[in-house]
């Protein structure tokens, strides 16, 4: 018998904090014509009747036609296999979606809308395979640029050569020079070339045969022009500076870190492999201001580009990703795993990125990876 008053007794407590948690528990809302549910649930699934296209790359837009879509973009969710795209537009039967970022892949598109415990049916949608290789013959490359008509230049370091590959795919040697550093199209249709070794920036005629120099500077590895026509230059061993025609002038030391730079309205961007930062220069009236911002810190920067809406596209040294940076600091990683290191040179034509990997003295290759935008202007390209 005295076990059971003891269990009573013990019981008591926690009796009296049930009680008390009943009675400061909030008063639940009950739902109804004068207060609706604001998230309801027991909705039929959408259903998709088609797709179109049915194939396509990362960053298309999707057409989705069905019904029980909800008319309020957020209230809809599109899964693309394990991902999700990104919806532009919706109405009660028609979604517009962008397409992930995914490649070489058959994946099942579904519909989840607000409001159902269920998913939509299935529809099969393949990503085209957009990465393309270029050339996987030539010596120690050394840079990359494409001109108007889709023909890729690739300077051979191994060779002392710069090489032609017209969009159909014929090789040809386009201008014997020792490249050591970048190449990049500018002024007139130049073709501008860094020479590290010899200490000098060099400029080919759209023809191939004639070669000037530009500028004598120390160790020139990449560069690029503003809008008024200034060029910058990363120095391998001696900073980062800035030729305007006729004077050199010392923008920041970085310690033999400076691989990449590129223009972006007011502002260069430049990748410090050594530090593992990305910096911002603001360009002014009365110059360069050297106080840069870190707008980037990670594993070794290495190559770097720009689209037309101000996001950065970049590599890391050892890493096989390409990864972007937008201008409110969202990340984001393209080809996860799927291309090489290290990746040097970037450049974009058309909706796609051209990029290299140097093989360091061996055979390297230059890839061509669909992106889906346009390339950011080029101030010194005409």
Partial sequence: MKYKYLSV????????????????????????????????????????DTITPTEG???????????????????????????????KSATETQLQVQAPNISGETVNIKVAVKGSEFWSNEQAFTFKDAIESI????????????????????????DEIIYKITPDGEKSEFAS???????????????????????KIIRISPDGGTIEDVVEIDTPVYF????????????????????????????????????????????????????????????????????????YEGDSPAGIEIDSEGKLYFTEAWETSLYTLSQDGEEDILYEGQLMTPMRYLTFYGKSMYIVYPGWGDVGQTIKAYIGVEQAPRYGRN
């Fill in 9 to 48: 007794i013990c019981g008591l407590p926690l009796l009296l904090f049930l009680i008390f948690i009943a009675c400061e528990a909030p008063n639940q809302p009950t739902y109804g014509p004068e207060n609706p549910d604001p998230n309801p649930t027991g909705l039929s699934p959408a259903t998709v």
């Fill in 57 to 87: 790359y990362l960053k298309d837009i999707i057409t989705i036609n069905g019904s029980g879509f909800n008319s309020e973009p957020d209230f809809n969710l599109v899964a693309f296999g394990t991902k999700t795209g990104i919806i």
């Fill in 135 to 158: 050339d996987e013959e030539i010596a120690w490359p050394n840079g990359v640029d494409v001109d108007d008509e889709g023909n890729v230049y690739i300077g051979s370091a191994g």
């Fill in 177 to 199: 020079v020792p490249v050591s550093g970048a190449i990049r199209f500018g002024p007139n249709k130049n073709l501008y070339v860094c020479e590290q070794g010899e200490g």
């Fill in 224 to 295: 690029d022009w503003d809008a008024n026509g200034v060029m910058y230059i990363c120095c391998n061993d001696a900073g980062f500076k800035s030729f305007d025609g006729s004077a050199i002038t010392h923008i920041a030391d970085i310690g033999g870190g400076a691989k990449s730079c590129r223009v972006f309205e007011n502002n260069i961007y430049l990748t410090d492999i050594w530090d593992s930062q990305i910096l911002k220069f603001t360009i002014t009236d009365a110059g360069v201001d050297s106080e840069a911002e870190i707008v």
